[in-house]
């Protein structure tokens, strides 16, 4: 088969030998116009004709429509009314302010967001001296150096953000162009000024242009200018010099009529025309390509152009919005014109590209150099008319396979091959000038003799449609995608053949949707899951887990081609490349997925044209994709958020007044705080790019574990987020597979009024004062308890107070009535010793004898020792300190100076005797102890007028 190039080491330097001479010359090829993608009336909501275009905050496209001003994010268009509902003929972006200037019908002013992001408009006709405030239409307006310029009817205002400044002409003012230098408007019937500051000069030689109307002027090189006309062609500036442009170019302009021109790169520039839309020259104004309604614009007039920052080139037309993707590594094109067909296969012969389509074959010289291909159609090989299956080239002959039959292409006609219908495809066989063709009915044998192709035998016992198969050695293997595989092995003659069935049993999946290739010298299959080898010695497949490398498990594989340097693949989800560098598929192969393609390719005939270093030719359902990595642009772009929407009180707020992303380079961005009735949002996202398509995935961190899956969707929607802190990551990638970095937006929703931190205090104090009224509660409780268990112990204390001080009480009487008793016997005896003694004394006065007095007297004696009294006092004395609470020890204490006979007096003075009942115990008279009183007082320093026995009762 002719896209599948065998790897093994010989054929490939067969292969690089014979093929390097194409190789090289194709990578000179330039198939194709660019992708156009259309945006049409219905689509932005607008009027027809759209005047000017330019970008604004975060590249977002802004369009002078005659509806109003239109504002598109690559989502979604926005549309904004001047005051009066004018035509708005011109729009500028001034970034350093975030305003949109736009200009119409005699008005004038700018755009900018209020709190909400909602832009409102600011007129600014009102500062304009009164003499000048008449504008007509406002047209040009350019920001240069801290001033503002338009253009309106014969004058030229310039405004330096307080002041006015009104250059008037004599004549119309009809362009105002942008140049590196300064700024050059053309007035009719004089020619070009300079208007630099607020400064305007007439260029010198310019007056040869005071007859025609210049569009536009575009500046090429350091003094070089390219001067477009609407109606007189081009004019080229040089040194000072006007001369008309010696180029084809200028006669083909004149014919269209200029309407807009823009410089769109260091190498291209755009001419809108009025009757045969869009022409891009490079800077020696070679065509590059002329797009028009044939080829994907919307209409023929084109009033304005913009080169975003991306490259892409955005045309407004009388009747909608084009955008030309110029840095896309895709060019279209439709070999059947306008019928738009499905494109089946196609071939490089002769020099010419063959492309197989549902209506015909069709053909064109091959592209060269730049110029040649905007003037050379495909046209319609005679007799191909229908349905075309495949392109073969066979022993050096490109033979069709059609739906009436197989055919012999030679140039702009075909022969007739055969007597069958519906051929498939034809490979060569092993014997020179031999091939085989397949046919819906099987596989038939054909041969080459005298320059012409003759059908010889068919092969027997084999009559399945017959158009996915390989030669190996003698060997045919052919899969049909609902019959399984089949191994027919040739014989002689060459009509008989073996014929073995592949299946399940035989180690493939099923026997559904196999594709049978030669890769590597080696028999595959691409099946419903995952690549296939078939293994000789076992004479069975085995999964090639080399793939897993590359692909996850599983992967359902549709179709597999290569050159020699990339294996080109299809699977049911995506379309894309492996660059090889040594082995087929070795480790440092490089995947790259083509983006955007898949869902356009014919399904069931899926196909790509490999051209080498990278580049294919994608067949689809409405005709040929070129692909060329080349011209394929990796830039910056920063995704952002448009809006937040919350549902619950259907509130938005625009991100237009938001300024932390306007830097690309910040990453980062605080949304704020938003309260608990705002946790149901919905955020709105743009990439900044105005590419299509667009992919977008994110994560909240703080409910989301992992990104999303890549989605189309330019939304997302969280419900009930609960209260904390987030940061919503958002990236974005384009179409090409470019991704950008993550941008964070942190936010915060606030809790509940019954979760915030005064909710919480109020709590605490509830609790607390529920704590604080429960533990008094408990503490009265506990109070009361304890002190009906205080008045309880306090009557239980006094009983036991009452009961010992009963009990004291008994002790003190039993005590007293011992110390009574004691101090009375002492009385008792001491009177009755008294008595004794007096009587003893008596009788010793009335006895005669000398010894009987002298007995008596002794006995006397005997009976005034005090020792017997002295142990009786020390009984006394404990017993009395009991009971008087140590008064003798404190009396002691504190008249240390007392003797023993003066503390007992002291004690019996607390007894609260007289002195008559102190005598006997004293064994004094009771003159005796007045005196012992008198020396005591004294002794104690109590004065005279103090009573002793209460100074005793005081101690």
């Known amino acids: 088969m002719k896209h599948f190039i065998k790897f093994y080491t010989l054929y490939y330097i067969i292969i690089v030998n014979v093929h390097t001479s194409v190789l090289i010359a194709q990578q000179k090829f330039d198939y194709g116009y660019p992708e156009i ?190 001067i477009f006309t609407e109606k007189d062609g081009v004019y080229l500036y040089t040194d000072g010099l006007f001369i008309p442009a010696p180029n084809e170019i200028s006669s083909y302009l004149k014919q269209n009529l200029v309407h807009s021109a823009k410089k769109i790169s260091d190498r291209y520039i755009a001419v809108g025309t009025y009757l045969s839309g869009l022409v891009i020259t490079d800077h020696k ?262 793939f897993d490398e590359h692909f996850p498990p599983g992967t359902e594989f549709k179709r597999l081609f290569s050159d020699p340097d990339h294996i080109w693949y299809i699977t049911s989800d995506e379309t894309g490349c492996l660059s090889i560098q040594d082995n087929l598929l070795d480790k440092n192969a490089v995947r790259k997925e083509i983006y955007g393609i898949t869902g356009r390719l014919v399904a069931g005939f899926e196909n790509i044209f490999p051209l080498g270093n990278g580049q294919a030719m994608i067949l689809t359902n409405n005709g040929v994709i070129y692909f060329h990595p080349e011209k394929e642009k990796n830039y910056a772009f920063t995704p952002y958020i448009t809006t937040i929407r919350f549902s619950r009180n259907d509130s938005v707020i625009h991100f237009r007044n938001i300024d932390c992303l306007s830097d690309i380079s910040n990453l980062k961005c605080n949304l704020g705080s938003f309260d608990y009735k705002s946790n149901a949002i919905e955020l709105t996202f743009a990439s900044g790019s105005l590419e299509t398509p667009v992919y977008y995935r994110y994560k909240l961190n703080g409910m989301d574990e992992e990104w999303s899956e890549w989605t189309s969707r330019n939304f997302k929607e969280f419900s009930n987020i609960p209260h904390g802190k987030y940061r919503f990551l958002l990236q974005a990638k384009n179409g090409n597979g470019n991704e950008s970095e993550p941008v964070e937006y942190s936010f915060q929703i606030l809790p509940p009024w019954y979760r915030t931190g005064w909710a919480y205090f109020l709590y605490l104090l509830m609790i607390s004062g529920f704590l604080y009224g429960g533990r008094r509660r408990l503490v009265k409780k506990f109070e009361s308890k304890t002190i009906q268990l205080e008045e309880a112990k306090k009557e239980s204390d006094a009983r036991v107070e009452q009961l010992i001080n009963e009990k004291l009480e008994a002790e003190i009487m039993f005590k007293n009535k011992e110390l009574g008793l004691s101090t009375m016997h002492l009385m008792q005896k001491n009177e009755t010793l008294t008595r004794l003694k007096q009587e003893l004394g008596r009788i010793k006065n009335m006895s005669p004898e000398p010894s009987i007095r002298q007995e008596i007297k002794s006995l006397m004696s005997i009976l005034s020792e005090d020792e017997r009294l002295d142990d009786e006092w020390e009984t006394f004395a404990h017993n009395f300190d009991q009971v008087h609470n140590n008064f003798l020890q404190r009396i002691k204490q504190k008249h240390p100076a007392l003797t023993p006979k003066e503390l007992k007096l002291c004690a019996y003075l607390r007894m609260n005797l007289t002195t008559k009942e102190l005598a006997p115990l004293l064994n004094i008279s009771v003159r005796g102890v007045e005196i012992s009183r008198y020396r005591l007082r004294k002794k104690l320093g109590i004065p005279g007028d103090a009573n002793l026995n209460d100074y005793m009762m005081s101690i």
């Open 37 to 226: 993608i259309s945006y049409t009336r219905n689509q932005y909501s607008g009027g027809t004709q759209n005047w000017s275009i330019t970008s604004g905050k975060f590249n977002t496209l802004l369009v002078a429509n005659n509806d109003g001003l239109l504002i598109f994010d690559g989502h979604r268009w926005e549309k904004y009314y001047l005051p009066n509902r004018t035509i708005v003929r011109s729009v500028a972006y001034d970034r350093s302010k975030d305003r949109i200037y736009a200009g119409g019908q005699d008005e004038f002013g700018y755009f900018s967001p209020d709190k909400s992001g909602k832009l409102v408009f600011k007129d600014l006709v009102h500062s304009i001296p009164q003499p000048y405030r008449s504008l007509e239409d406002v047209w040009d307006i350019n920001l240069r150096n801290n001033l503002l310029y338009f253009r309106s009817m014969n004058r030229l205002y310039i405004h330096d953000g307080t002041n006015w400044k009104v250059a008037e002409f004599g004549d119309r003012v009809l362009s105002l162009s942008a140049l590196d230098e300064a700024l050059v408007c053309f007035v009719q019937g004089e020619g070009l000024h300079s208007v630099e500051n607020l400064q305007s000069t007439f260029i010198q030689g310019s007056e040869v242009l005071e007859n025609v109307s210049v569009v536009s002027v575009v500046q090429t090189g350091k003094s070089e200018w390219v």
């Open 285 to 546: 104004l070679q065509v590059r390509y002329i797009l028009n309604k044939n080829n994907g614009l919307l209409n023929n007039t084109v009033s304005s152009l913009y080169a975003d920052v991306h490259g892409q080139l955005w045309a407004g037309t009388y009747n909608g919005i084009n955008c030309v993707k110029l840095q896309s590594p895709y060019s279209l094109f439709s070999p059947d014109g306008s019928l738009a067909g499905a494109v089946y296969d196609v071939e490089i012969f002769d020099n010419k590209l063959y492309c197989g389509t549902e209506n015909g074959l069709y053909y064109r010289p091959l592209p060269g150099e730049a110029g040649s291909r905007a003037q050379s159609d495909f046209k319609l090989v005679k007799g191909s008319e229908g349905q075309v299956w495949g392109l073969d080239v066979v022993a050096g002959d490109l033979i069709m396979s059609h739906n009436d039959g197989a055919f012999l292409v030679r140039d702009d006609k075909v022969l007739k091959i055969g007597k069958n219908k519906g051929a498939w495809k034809f490979i060569e066989w092993t014997t020179p000038a031999t091939a085989v063709g397949g046919y819906y009915d099987g596989l038939y044998f054909f041969e080459k003799s005298g320059g012409q192709w003759i059908q010889k035998e068919k092969i027997e016992n084999f009559n399945e449609s017959s158009r996915i198969f390989v030669r190996f050695g003698n060997d045919i293997w052919l899969t049909h995608p609902y019959r399984g595989l089949f191994r027919i092995s040739i014989s002689n003659p060459r009509s008989t053949a073996g014929i073995k069935s592949y299946g399940p049993e035989n180690g493939l999946p099923t026997n559904y949707r196999n594709h049978v290739f030669l890769m590597h010298d080696q028999i595959m299959v691409a099946a419903e899951k995952d690549i296939y080898l078939f293994d000789q010695d076992s004479d069975r497949f085995v999964r090639m887990d080399i």
